[in-house]
């Protein structure tokens, strides 16, 4: 199955292009920030999913507007939540509010959105105005969810279910359907779109949050244990939780310990915890694929599938 099938090159190109002319401004911080950000690249995996679904579809108005918009109000909660998580780097690089200072770090955030309402704006459909206000509120809420979890101690798989789903699946969900509301299409194929999109959300993040703990620096591009250092369980110390109760202390004291991340992994390893998480993700990655069932074949509805299934191995 081929990750690039035809015009996805083309159409990523013509993003970037579009994306760069649209973050412009006269203020020289906000550009600088935009540099290091939104155009210095990253897996555009948003864009790449409104791209796929649009095309699986025959071709749906406006995706061009919607990949924009969906990566900027991914790149503008980039920007906020690496302030808020207090963030050494992002993709690599020093993070913006360490370089610029919060209160600039903060209203780039907010002029990447004020760039997002000019942009769906275009499209004229109010029912797409509405599906972003609300993927809005849900990803405010999931993430001060993950804040009261961790200070309060309420660790429990709901939670967790409950905040990958909010900070994550559910701009994924937009992006996949998205391309559908836009071409008026409803029924099983509009579900079968957002389903997708959900459970390929879900997938994806399980597997960054495993990859913070069992990743490698190199290839993360940032320093991995940022979850425990922030005192937030995901699915990996969720599950070592169950059987060592030691990794409640770890995350209270947020990894502050010599060795404690170590601990962790090599608890991981041993106790078959980390084969567990792995098979966890391999299933949501095998429920996307499966959700597209609907569709007609094509190699956009081929490639979609390889995206999720790339999840059971991503390394990165």
Same mark, same amino acid.
């Given at each position: 199955?081929a #990750?690039? !099938?035809?015009?996805?090159?083309?159409?990523?190109?013509?993003?970037e292009?579009?994306?760069?002319?649209?973050?412009?401004?006269?203020?020289?911080?906000?550009?600088?920030?935009?540099?290091?950000?939104?155009?210095?690249?990253?897996?555009?995996?948003? !864009?790449?999913?409104? $791209?796929?679904?649009?095309?699986?579809?025959?071709?749906? !108005?406006?995706?061009?507007?919607?990949?924009?918009?969906?990566?900027?109000?991914?790149?503008?909660?980039?920007?906020?939540?690496?302030?808020?998580?207090?963030?050494?780097?992002?993709?690599?690089? &020093?993070?913006?509010?360490?370089?610029?200072?919060?209160?600039?770090?903060? #209203?780039?955030?907010?002029f990447?959105?004020?760039?997002?309402?000019? %942009?769906?704006?275009?499209?004229?459909?109010?029912?797409?105005? +509405?599906?972003?206000?609300?993927?809005?509120?849900?990803?405010?809420?999931?993430? %001060?969810?993950? $804040?009261?979890?961790?200070?309060?101690?309420?660790?429990?798989? +709901?939670?967790?279910?409950?905040?990958?789903?909010?900070?994550?699946?559910?701009?994924?969900?937009?992006?996949?359907?998205?391309?559908?509301?836009?071409?008026?299409?409803?029924?099983?194929?509009?579900?079968?779109?957002?389903?997708?999109?959900?459970?390929?959300?879900q997938?994806?993040?399980?597997?960054?949050?495993?990859?913070d703990?069992?990743?490698?620096? &190199?290839?993360?591009?940032?320093p991995?244990?940022?979850?425990?250092?922030?005192?937030?369980?995901?699915l990996?110390?969720?599950?070592?939780?169950?059987?060592?109760? &030691?990794?409640?202390?770890?995350?209270?004291r947020?990894?502050?310990?010599?060795?404690?991340?170590?601990?962790l992994r090599?608890?991981?390893?041993?106790?078959?915890?980390? +084969?567990?998480?792995? /098979?966890?993700?391999?299933? /949501?990655?095998?429920?996307?694929?499966?959700?597209?069932?609907?569709?007609?074949?094509? !190699?956009?509805?081929?490639?979609?599938?390889? =995206?999720a299934?790339?999840?059971?191995?991503? =390394?990165?």
């Open positions: 199955m #990750l690039s !099938p035809p015009g996805l090159d083309a159409f990523l190109d013509k993003f292009e579009t994306l760069e002319a649209l973050v412009q401004s006269e203020v020289l911080f906000i550009r600088l920030i935009h540099q290091d950000l939104v155009t210095a690249g990253g897996k555009r995996i948003r !864009p790449r999913l409104v $791209f796929l679904a649009s095309r699986a579809l025959g071709g749906a !108005p406006f995706e061009m507007e919607l990949a924009l918009a969906v990566e900027l109000l991914h790149s503008a909660t980039l920007l906020h939540d690496d302030l808020i998580d207090d963030a050494e780097t992002r993709r690599g690089k &020093e993070a913006a509010f360490r370089k610029y200072g919060n209160a600039v770090s903060v #209203l780039s955030g907010d990447l959105l004020s760039r997002l309402l000019h %942009v769906i704006a275009k499209t004229g459909r109010m029912e797409l105005v +509405e599906r972003f206000a609300q993927v809005a509120k849900t990803l405010s809420e999931g993430e %001060v969810l993950q $804040f009261q979890v961790a200070a309060l101690e309420d660790y429990s798989l +709901e939670n967790y279910e409950r905040i990958i789903t909010a900070k994550t699946a559910v701009l994924m969900e937009l992006s996949t359907e998205g391309p559908a509301l836009l071409k008026g299409v409803d029924g099983e194929v509009r579900e079968a779109l957002a389903r997708f999109g959900l459970f390929y959300g997938a994806f993040q399980m597997r960054d949050d495993y990859l703990l069992m990743g490698t620096p &190199e290839a993360l591009g940032k991995v244990g940022g979850d425990v250092r922030e005192g937030k369980a995901t990996i110390t969720l599950l070592l939780m169950e059987r060592f109760p &030691e990794v409640r202390e770890v995350l209270r947020k990894g502050r310990r010599e060795g404690d991340l170590d601990r090599m608890l991981a390893w041993e106790s078959g915890v980390a +084969e567990e998480v792995e /098979r966890r993700i391999r299933e /949501r990655a095998l429920l996307a694929a499966a959700a597209l069932k609907p569709l007609p074949p094509s !190699p956009y509805k081929e490639a979609l599938e390889a =995206l299934l790339k999840e059971a191995e991503r =390394l990165s």
